[in-house]
């Protein structure tokens, strides 16, 4: 007998799922689905015309991937598996895709636009901005790289195309708008993830990991999460920008990790900055003489406005670097220079 386990809704209200579809294998066949992460809000809008989603569907389609995970982890015993989506990244056999798609990973296998299926190797993750990369060894003929675009440049309003696997149905496409950006997500290790988009295209379980297009075919996101009571979609999801993409994929591709700076604070957006709601000890924060209270005005040349600006203009940064803080404390305004630190897994 198999057995369909989902968090119930009052769990998982108004709190967002990562969209990997889950089905962990156990001895008596039973299986369970759905993994959870919390992210802020947003509200759906329309969506885009069916002559442009089909255009950057015939173009982008052959570049999609369908990804199987199999791992040794199950609340049942036996084996489990992850199934979600990725895309070409090179003529090398790179493929991107989630971290929370390949986490735990024993053995994954890549289902190609043909058909074609083979095995594929973990070259790294980063669990901070949950991306990961993969890689296969498979003719060129069936490797279609989609190219990257500049997320940065994205408007409300612009229509989207997401392709991937929702529920195993591979090549499924889907249109929308984005319908906010700066939005924050939380990473697999409770790290923020800033700058996120949030869409109207319908994604779903298996979505996790399957990019998010432009009417020119570029990729200007990565498919992470919806915010759903049921678990199922409705109508607002979460994608990493295509920019932060990029440098990650970078950092992977050279070394197999990412190392990101870390100042070691709790923050919230105040009325004239960014107040330290935290102050973790040993941290380069604490060792600059930074304290509870204290609000962030300044980082480097950089004028900070609320709590999304100051983790961009962390992240920014690169572990090692001295940075000037400018703060507000019992109302006098202070400098301080911070060496940043290595944020930890």
């Known amino acids: 007998m198999t057995r369909i386990f989902a968090i119930g809704a009052a769990l998982l209200a108004a709190v967002a799922v990562g ?65 979600g989506s990725g895309f070409v990244y090179d003529g090398a056999g790179h493929i991107i895709t989630n971290e929370h798609v390949v986490e735990g990973e024993n053995s994954i296998s890549v289902r190609f636009w043909n058909g074609a299926t083979y095995k594929a190797s973990l070259v790294g993750t980063d669990p901070s901005t949950d991306v990961g990369v993969i890689k296969v060894n498979a003719p060129a003929s069936i490797l279609h790289p989609i190219e990257l675009g500049n997320s940065s440049a994205l408007q409300v309003g612009q229509p ?64 992470s999460q919806i915010k759903s009571d049921s678990g199922e979609n409705t109508g607002i999801g979460f994608a990493v920008p295509s920019n932060t993409v990029k440098s990650i994929v970078s950092q992977l591709l050279t070394s197999g ?49 609320n709590a999304s600006e100051l983790g961009q203009a962390i992240d920014a940064k690169r572990p090692g670097t001295k940075v000037s803080v400018t703060y507000l404390r019992n109302g006098s305004t202070h400098t301080v220079s911070v060496t940043l630190g290595v944020r930890p897994s």
């Open 19 to 83: 969209i990997a579809s889950y089905a962990a294998v156990a001895h008596d066949g039973s299986k369970t689905v759905v993994r959870e992460v919390t992210v802020s809000g947003g509200t759906p809008t329309a969506a885009t015309s069916v002559a442009s989603a089909a255009s950057v569907f015939q173009s982008a389609n052959k570049g999609v991937v369908e990804i199987t995970v199999s791992t040794s982890s199950s609340p049942y015993g036996g084996q489990a598996q992850a199934q």
């Open 160 to 223: 989207v195309v997401a392709i991937g696997s929702p529920y195993g149905l591979e090549n499924s496409a889907t249109a929308g708008i984005v319908s906010a950006l700066h939005r924050e997500m939380t990473a697999p290790n409770n790290f923020t993830i800033p700058d996120s988009i949030q869409t109207d295209a319908p994604i779903n379980h298996g979505n996790s990991g399957g990019p998010l297009l432009n009417l020119a075919g570029q990729v200007i996101g990565i498919n």
């Open 257 to 305: 990790n990412v190392k990101h700076a870390y100042l070691g604070v709790g923050i919230a957006t105040a009325q004239n900055g960014v107040q330290l709601t935290e102050v973790r000890s040993g941290t380069p924060a604490e060792k600059a003489g930074l304290h509870t209270g204290d609000v962030i005005t300044r980082v480097d040349d950089q004028k900070v406005t």
